[in-house]
């Protein structure tokens, strides 16, 4: 399984990095390097995932094949299946980090250093049609390319860079090109034909610039010679460049390097403090001033004290110290805001080393319960939980580490947040996996609010009482026949009667030499129908009232709130709509519990029941009140009819 998701996902990254190395007439060894070089940072991708995979298709295979009942019959617990497995993913996770810390940052050292060179090797064989290819200081943009090895060129464009200054100021446009070098050789000559350049001049003074813009000449024939001397001077083994980047250093190195920038950070800090704090030249205000005291112009506006030109001076110097104060503030802004997003980027790294060991052992405590739960091996359902989960657990850490970058979020935290929110999840999914439960118990969610309900109820049922023996009901009883009284004791609740009239009458049958076990057998002692059916009624009962509770909970909370929150009380308004919300969902499984209910109800009796129609679901949702109204009448009455 590790294998076949390791190729998926080298593919994937062939396919991302296509463009540096398709039509660079690269050697076989330099393409195998650079897969070996990717391989690594997939691990922390595929490995976890694989975890998850395959202990959801392992425990569920147990499962459908019904061998765990088999290892519960032989006295083996789900955590002694478990315990083996558990030991190897403990050392798996430790290899994990140990392989994270030491492999990875190799790797990736060697990695991008051959990516460099790949981009600049072979400069000819950069040159693609219909797209603008970076070679040396210039841009080139050519819409064919003809000849044995392509060296003649349609409708060429060229951006070209002049010395050390930003932007393209000279563009050439030719009608064909052709490539004279060869391309081993350290200069890439370009031959253009019939054309014509633009070179945008750079004076130094701006009066010779306004007089001499620029200029444009047209050509038959036009060399360009570019040196590459530097460009293809390419060691494909050579390791020592890029060994700054967080990706490239280990748990040590990391926390040295997060301290060095912290420590540089506060230094810069300080610097900009006592650099702002000079140029307001606050501590040199009391030089060569001797204030005094005059209570004419106490609480006054001191402006007030300089003529009108003056004051005009004055203003207009505050709003430029303050312009310029407001664009140095800016500036630096965006530097602390880069060197702040480079520690977390370290500080996310060396966490993260940490985080995907635990999170191979979460995951594989949240696999194999799963599979035990859901009682499914083979690639089908497996894979889809599998991804899912895996796809969850991915895109949280990568939403949480992009909130990260920009401090929104503490970096150490979005390193962890992902298996935080998985750790709940596989506690919960190894607890009812070991004690033998469902997937998800909706009805343990009502248990406190049935209790609620029922608090008040009297349960009318005596067990075993009998009806006196000189009381005429006993007597009456007494002279039925056997017919009758299993008739009385099967349905006695449909004619009006209570448990003593059912007791009363079975006593009867025996006395007669029906004995209980012989009614038991012949289904005669039990209305089956009745009693199965009023089990389903009781637990329509039970969810209905438990709707109308959060139904009237939920219309009250949201309409308060919405009120609240339109007159000047938004806190409480947005809170009272929150517990709304949350009551509403409750609401919503309250409902679909009764409907399945009422369901099970009516295919107890062999009807059809209305309710399944989409469209009566979609009133009765708002309409709820008058849904269960109407039905609680239905059902006691169809309950009457049975027989």
Known sequence: MFIILMLIFILQSVWLYITELAGKDLEIDIIGKFLIFVTPRLVVLVLPLTILLASIMVFGGFAENYEFAAM?????????????LSVFIVGLSILTFFFANNVIPAAELSFHNLRRNIAKVKPAMIIAEGQFNQIGNINIKVDGKRGDRGQYFDSVIIHQKKGTLPGNHTVYIAETGELTSTEDSDILQLVLYNGNYYDDLQPK????????????SDYKKLTLNINLEAINNVDFDNQNNFSNKYTMLGVKDLDYTIDSLNVQQNIDYENFSTSMYNRSTASTLHLNIKPIEDKVFENKDFIGLFPNKKKVQLLELAINAVNSTNQIIAIKQKSFFQSQKKINMHTIALHEKFAIAIACIILFFIGAPLGALIKKGGIGLPIIIAISFFLTYHFIGIFAKNSAEDNSLNPMIASWLSTLIMLPISIYLTSRATKDRSLLDLDAIFIPFKKLIQKTQIDKIQILKVLDKNSEAFSRLNGYSNKKLIDVLKNYRQYGLDSTHKNTALHVLNTRGVSEQELRFGGNLVNVTYESALRFKNNYDDNSKIGLLFYGVSIVMLFSGGILNNNNFPIIGKILIGIGFFTTVFYII?????????????????KK???????????????????VLYFNRKIKEDLKQIK
Not at 609 to 627: C, R
């Open 590 to 606: 309250a409902f679909i519990k009764t409907i399945i209910s009422q369901s099970n109800f009516y295919k107890t009796l062999n």
């Open 72 to 84: 519960k019959s032989t006295g083996i617990s789900l955590q002694r299946a478990m315990r083996g």
């Open 609 to 627: 029941v209305i309710t399944p129609s989409i469209i009566f679901i979609i009133l009765g949702i708002p309409l709820y009140f008058l849904y």
């Open 205 to 216: 003074k701006l009066e010779e610039k306004r007089k001499y813009p620029n200029v444009k």
